[in-house]
């Protein structure tokens, strides 16, 4: 069934100040979108420019950039780490040990990406350890066992929930059976509130401001939530069941009142409608695409949303053998355009163009264009990786379990 939707006008608030810098996961507005223009369209014949490369450790961690400094997670044989790294040569600033090595079937080392903000680093390991650093040491401020403190267990394949700011908090994951998600104050790391029940899923908290109230939205394990951000006071719920808890993209703003969630595993997906009566708020498909013969089956990427379309990884089958590059016209739900068996990757939208990093380990450029698909680039530039590329100043970085590479992507003046 297809209903029209509003127009589309991403509305996603941030907290941070500095628009080249890339400070936490999915980018300045938690949106995979990047607002730099300037950007290289295509590589040449020896390939892209790669500023430098540096070898790291184990980790499913992506980057943020904040001040100069590239921040990111990794382990060794021992101990789980967040590292700091000078971007303009990729060498270490300072490495702290955050927990002991996580293992686990679904791959070892910290998933989570960590979060920079007024001086603070924060990170949240595999098995659920957030800790707070010193931006410019890396000394430890506080740290807290969250699963232990909730009387709770880490998520099956390890916790991912990047650490979300909003007013005094830092806010993950937990999965508690009476804290599904938490609130630490971000200087002492003391719970300022608990909110929902049930298990974690692998989704990051996005901070919306919809139906004329700032929200926190968590795609948990079994359903998504609406939080006040201020007391943790549940706004509303909808239930979400997947197989495994597999809700692991972030929820995507489509316009003032609704939300995209999606889901893997051959679940689909579903646009929520967020409507207010006072203070009472209430959730409902405003559009939902699910089963087998979805548009949309989103794994572990988040789609991305431009001039009301969303571009996107569709997952088809269970953990999505078979996985098409989509383009979606969110007003019908229709997909205008679609790359199929175009293999599992991850993508950012910046400069009308995608960015999109194969699990092969290969870098593309392909046009955000809605009529149709338009490959410019094409080349490998590391191992096996599982995240989107990152944006910040020109430079574009991405790492697998054995490096961090960083290009240069400015077009040439």
């Given at each position: 069934m297809r209903f029209l939707l509003l127009?589309?006008?991403?509305?996603?608030?941030?907290?941070?100040?500095?628009?080249?810098?890339?400070?936490q996961f999915l980018g300045p507005?938690?949106?995979?979108?990047?607002?730099?223009?300037?950007?290289?369209?295509?590589?040449?014949?020896?390939g892209p420019d790669v500023a430098w490369r540096v070898p790291l450790g184990v980790g499913m961690s992506s980057l943020a950039?904040?001040?100069?400094?590239?921040f990111t997670m990794y382990q060794d044989l021992d101990n789980q780490f967040v590292v700091a790294l000078d971007v303009t040569s990729g060498k270490k600033k300072w490495a702290a040990t955050v927990a002991?090595?996580?293992?686990?079937?679904?791959?070892?080392?910290?998933?989570?990406?960590?979060?920079?903000?007024n001086g603070f680093v924060y990170s949240y390991t595999g098995e659920g350890i957030l800790t707070a650093l010193d931006e410019a040491s890396g000394d430890v401020v506080w740290s807290a066992n969250t699963p232990k403190e909730q009387k709770g267990r880490p998520a099956e394949y390890g916790i991912a929930s990047s650490p979300l700011i909003a007013g005094n908090s830092v806010v993950v994951q937990v999965g508690a059976p009476n804290a599904a998600v938490v609130a630490f104050a971000l200087k002492t790391g003391e719970t300022n509130w608990t909110a929902g029940q049930g298990n974690s899923g692998y989704s990051s908290p996005a901070l919306l401001t919809l139906a004329g109230k700032q929200q926190i939205v968590a795609f948990v394990g079994a359903a998504v939530l609406g939080i006040d951000p201020v007391n943790g006071a549940l706004l509303w719920?909808?239930?979400?069941?997947?197989?495994?808890?597999?809700n692991t993209a972030t929820p995507v703003q489509i316009d003032e009142t609704s939300v995209l969630i999606s889901a893997g595993e051959n679940h689909g997906s579903t646009i929520l409608k967020i409507s207010r009566d006072g203070n009472a708020f209430r959730a409902t498909s405003l559009w939902s695409s699910l089963g087998k013969n979805s548009v949309l089956r989103a794994e572990w990427q988040?789609?991305?949303?431009?001039?009301g379309h969303l571009f996107a990884l569709d997952n088809i089958g269970s953990a999505g053998p078979i996985t098409n590059l989509v383009?979606?016209?969110?007003?019908?739900?229709?997909?205008?355009?679609?790359?199929?068996?175009?293999?599992?990757?991850?993508?950012?939208?910046?400069?009308?163009?995608?960015?999109?990093?194969?699990?092969?380990?290969?870098?593309l450029i392909v046009d955000a264009s809605t009529t149709g698909?338009?490959?410019?680039?094409?080349?490998?530039?590391?191992?096996?990786?599982?995240?989107?590329?990152?944006?910040?100043?020109g430079r574009l970085y991405l790492r697998d379990d054995r490096e961090i590479v960083c290009i240069d992507i400015r077009a040439a003046k």
């Open positions: 127009p589309a006008a991403v509305i996603t608030l941030s907290v941070f100040s500095h628009a080249s810098d890339w400070p507005h938690r949106t995979g979108v990047s607002d730099e223009t300037g950007l290289v369209d295509t590589f040449s014949a020896s950039i904040h001040d100069g400094v590239a002991p090595a996580y293992k686990n079937s679904m791959g070892n080392g910290p998933r989570a990406t960590p979060t920079v903000h719920r909808y239930a979400y069941v997947t197989d495994y808890d597999c988040t789609p991305v949303m431009t001039d383009c979606i016209r969110v007003a019908d739900g229709e997909q205008v355009w679609t790359k199929t068996r175009f293999g599992k990757s991850n993508l950012t939208l910046a400069d009308g163009k995608l960015f999109i990093s194969t699990m092969k380990g290969e870098l698909f338009t490959e410019t680039a094409r080349a490998s530039v590391l191992g096996m990786t599982r995240q989107a590329p990152v944006i910040s100043n």
